[in-house]
């Protein structure tokens, strides 16, 4: 059975760093490309970040310049490194993972954590 655990949101002040983690059972983790989405209330699901199975990295326009993707093949884990957020990042943040590359539908990944959540207050 494929996993997906997402760890790591909680409240933060605007400004500050959150480090969120998806660690991943059940798949061969080198064979697939994993994603962060998030989904704020009234919003569609938006892809922030993506590894592919070969490292490329995607940053979505929110993402650029704030947050890191990396991934630790070893642990099978990918982690999210967000720094200088703000309130406008407040969503419930997912990982997900579909075979090779990245794309930024959501419709296209097979497998999704239950999500973790982010709150950035002002």
């Known amino acids: 059975e494929v996993q997906l655990v997402e760890s790591g949101g909680g409240l933060v002040q605007a400004g500050g760093s959150l480090r969120l983690s998806c660690a991943a059972s059940?798949?061969?983790?080198?064979?697939?490309?994993i994603a962060w989405f998030r989904q704020a209330p009234g919003k569609p699901r938006e892809e922030i970040a993506g590894?592919?199975?070969?490292?490329?990295?995607y940053y979505g326009d929110s993402a650029k310049g704030r947050f890191t993707i990396s991934s630790d093949n070893a642990k099978n884990t990918v982690v999210l490194q967000m720094n200088s957020l703000k309130p406008e990042d407040t969503a419930v943040y997912y990982c997900a993972a579909r075979l090779e590359s990245i794309t930024t539908s959501p419709l296209a990944y097979d497998y999704w954590g239950q999500g973790t959540q982010v709150t950035v207050s002002s």
């Open positions: 059940g798949l061969n983790f080198d064979d697939y490309a």
């Open positions: 590894i592919s199975s070969e490292d490329y990295i």
